[in-house]
């Protein structure tokens, strides 16, 4: 699975450059977010600019990357097409991520986070 | 029930994971080219992907080698998939609500949620689970 990363200021900008993201490819996926995390990456925004297409499998591992950072971090989420931003409204992951509508956006908030901010879960900044 | 005029279509992939994405597609070209929308489009590829996701790793555990059958048909005011595989049965269809922060069990819910019909039924060792939606 091809994905790009680089950091920016206190946060890992993570891009996925695979226009799926489904069970074939999640537990890859999943490992690889979760790798980031245990290398102690704390701050993540997930560009999902790209993807097009993710179904219950490709959820069930952001929501296991959020499992694993726990109350230690926050992971934004931006670049969401209608149809994705969608399903996490069905599945009501949008209530546990931070949804941002840019990437520039994202990274600004998290570096602005702290951890006094822990309980403000479901921030929507669009 | 079949009638008259129905068009069909009939789809069989091998248990593989990497196989559901080409299934995914010719949904997604079915669905084009009929009164859905990109959303509506979008939610019928993904329930059918969940669909036969669950067939490759519950029904056969996530072993190759097994058939999973899809067909789908046409009507004037629904479009119709049902997806069949040999495997184990589900024991049900689960209708409550996933944990907010599940890391798995969301696919049943999807597609209840974004079908107008869901029914499963086992009948001489096949798996059948059918999901309508209708439109007009």
């Not at chain 1, 993570?14 to 990456?41: C, H, Q, Y």
């Not at chain 1, 704390?42 to 296991?64: E, K, T, Y």
């Not at chain 2, 669950?54 to 004037?76: C, F, K, M, Q, W």
Request: aromatic share 6%.
């Amino acid at each position: 699975m091809q994905m790009e990363d680089r950091i920016q200021g206190e946060v890992l900008l993570v891009k996925p450059l695979e226009e799926r993201i489904d069970a074939s490819m999640a537990g890859e996926f999943e490992a690889r977010m979760i790798g980031w995390i245990r290398t102690g990456n704390r701050r993540l925004v997930l560009d999902l600019s790209g993807v097009f297409f993710i179904d219950s499998s490709g959820l069930g591992a952001i929501a296991s990357a959020l499992k694993t950072l726990g109350d230690q971090g926050r992971i934004a989420i931006c670049g969401v097409s209608k149809t994705v931003k969608n399903l996490f409204q069905i599945t009501r992951l949008d209530q546990l991520f931070v949804m941002c509508s840019s990437a520039e956006e994202a990274v600004e908030i998290l570096n602005d986070w702290t951890e006094e901010d822990h309980g403000k879960e479901g921030r929507q900044s669009d | 029930m079949e009638k008259k005029g129905d068009k069909a279509i009939k789809l069989t992939i091998e248990s593989r994971l990497e196989n559901v994405f080409l299934v995914g597609l010719a949904v997604k070209g079915i669905c084009g080219h009929i009164r859905l929308s990109s959303e509506e489009t979008y939610n019928m590829e993904l329930c059918v992907v969940e669909a036969i996701n669950n067939a490759i790793e519950h029904a056969y555990s996530s072993r190759p080698g097994h058939d999973v059958e899809l067909t789908v048909r046409l009507d004037p005011n629904q479009i119709r998939f049902q997806v069949c595989d040999k495997g184990k049965s589900l024991t049900a269809l689960r209708l409550q609500t996933p944990e907010i922060d599940a890391t798995h069990g969301r696919g049943l819910y999807i597609i209840h949620t974004l079908m107008d019909e869901v029914t499963y039924h086992t009948s001489q060792g096949t798996n059948t689970l059918t999901m309508i939606k209708h439109w007009g």
